[in-house]
């Protein structure tokens, strides 16, 4: 396939002569085990926020080792995500879905045995690669499979899971009495979950939008029978290809037709988390900067606005375009932390009003994150574009992650906040520009637009 953009028809008309697809228990099933991989994906990011004031110690971290252990697993969610997304469109989803949790299950367990910061560093770039690849490949396996009337919600409910995991290993880690032995078991823990996901994912067929995409329409056709209850003649004709596709070159995301969905969806996705996984992987120490007291409790408030933002915005994420959507949340997201950067010498009380709203839109915004990448890309680009972005993404969350410590501590808070304030305004613009509306697209096996 040479490099021209893959068409795209993005009326809703196709939407409306779509038939409707009933949910199925193999759907709820796809679901589940996705939402158990952005569980461990969340409290495996979470959980070295919450160990790392232990591991400075007992290891004699300097503060770039700290920036390099928060951001460790981001980085391997780079490559993993990169890498990995291209070769699902080549060898399909279903390999990497299962196997990326071996690789996670068995780099979590051994954090237990990491006495120094190399070893724990290598292991977390492992933990990263492995979440990197379901990054890319969870969201687009779940999105082929599922029927499009409830694809809004069943993809953004994949962040209510992940903030479940990070906030349940803040928890862990606020209220648990650790030392080092305590803390890398605590990290080592991220292999439970790891490994019930590993579990329950064996068996998970084939997407069948992939399978009909390369020319293997009687799988297809079989997969959506057995699993779907949905029979052949259903299909138009316009979705069963004469021939298989070859796997697009990776300069496809970039040609004409394309480039501008690929590039709006790497800045609104970096946008939106290089602030987030920076303010929470340091939330004590900002915390600490803002001069509020009784950090303890009010970590844990801020962190159940993180759970009840992501269940309140499930409803407008499904509800609302995906456009307004966007440009709404990230628009309140730069006030927020712009009212942070001028109250800064305030009062902790009078901080926390906008740190609490920040939080809420930001982990209700989220859910947005989940459902746009797989809805930017046709089927033969979905791995390598949604992996692009996820890649892109966690550039941009170790960035900030390992800038936002030295930041703290040569520039202070009100500057911190100001800076982090302007990636979000780069944010709002860029959606006012370029953000498309996605939310009546059609799942079929070419993904008609």
């Not at 279903?94 to 290598?122: E, T």
């Not at 999105?143 to 990070?166: I, N």
């Not at 606020?174 to 790891?194: E, K, M, N, Q, V």
């Amino acid at each position: 396939m040479t490099t021209e953009a893959i068409p795209q028809d993005r009326t809703a008309a196709k939407a409306a002569r779509a038939p409707k697809e009933r949910l199925t228990r193999f759907h709820i099933r796809v679901t589940a085990t996705t939402f158990g991989a952005n569980f461990s994906d969340g409290y495996a990011l979470g959980i070295i926020g919450a160990v790392l004031p232990v591991l400075s110690t007992s290891m004699h971290l300097s503060g770039v080792w700290q920036g390099l252990l928060g951001s460790s697993a981001l980085i391997g969610l780079f490559f993993g995500s990169v890498i990995l997304g291209r070769v699902a469109d080549a060898i399909g989803r279903q390999k990497l879905y299962l196997y990326n949790f071996v690789l996670i299950m068995l780099a979590s367990a051994g954090q237990f045995w990491a006495h120094g910061p190399w070893s724990l560093f290598a292991l977390r770039l492992l933990i990263g690669f492995g979440l990197g690849a379901d990054y890319a490949v969870g969201p687009t396996l779940l999105a082929e499979f599922s029927p499009q009337r409830l694809r809004g919600l069943l993809l953004g409910s994949l962040t209510v899971l992940w903030t479940v995991g990070y906030v349940l290993a803040n928890i862990l880690g606020t209220y648990i009495s650790l030392d080092d032995g305590s803390a890398r078991l605590l990290l080592a823990s991220g292999a439970l979950p790891a490994a019930l996901v590993l579990v329950l994912r064996i068996g998970t067929p084939e997407s069948p939008s992939w399978l009909a995409s390369r020319g293997r329409t009687d799988e297809a056709d079989e997969i959506r029978r057995r699993y779907l209850g949905q029979e052949p003649e259903a299909r138009s004709a316009q979705d069963q290809p004469a021939a298989a596709e070859a796997t697009p070159r990776y300069t496809a995301l970039f040609a004409r037709g394309q480039r501008r969905n690929t590039w709006f969806g790497a800045i609104f996705y970096s946008a939106q988390v290089l602030p987030y996984f920076a303010i929470y992987t340091f939330m004590s120490t900002i915390l600490a900067s803002l001069h509020v007291s009784d950090a303890n409790t009010q970590n844990t408030v801020l962190n159940l606005f993180l759970l009840l933002g992501g269940v309140v915005g499930l409803w407008p994420v499904q509800r609302m375009g995906r456009r307004p959507f966007t440009i709404g949340t990230f628009a309140v997201l730069t006030v927020c932390l712009g009212a942070m950067a001028v109250l800064n010498n305030a009062s902790g009380l009078v901080l926390m009003v906008p740190f609490v709203v920040y939080t809420f839109v930001m982990s209700a915004a989220s859910n947005i994150t989940q459902v746009y990448p797989p809805e930017l890309f046709p089927t033969a680009l979905r791995g390598a574009g949604v992996g692009f972005l996820n890649g892109a993404s966690r550039v941009a969350s170790a960035v900030g992650t390992f800038v936002l410590p030295i930041s703290l501590d040569q520039l202070g808070a009100g500057w911190s906040m100001a800076w982090l304030a302007g990636v979000l305004l780069l944010g709002t613009l860029v959606s006012i520009a370029w953000a498309p509306e996605t939310k009546n697209l059609v799942t079929t096996e070419g993904w008609h637009h």
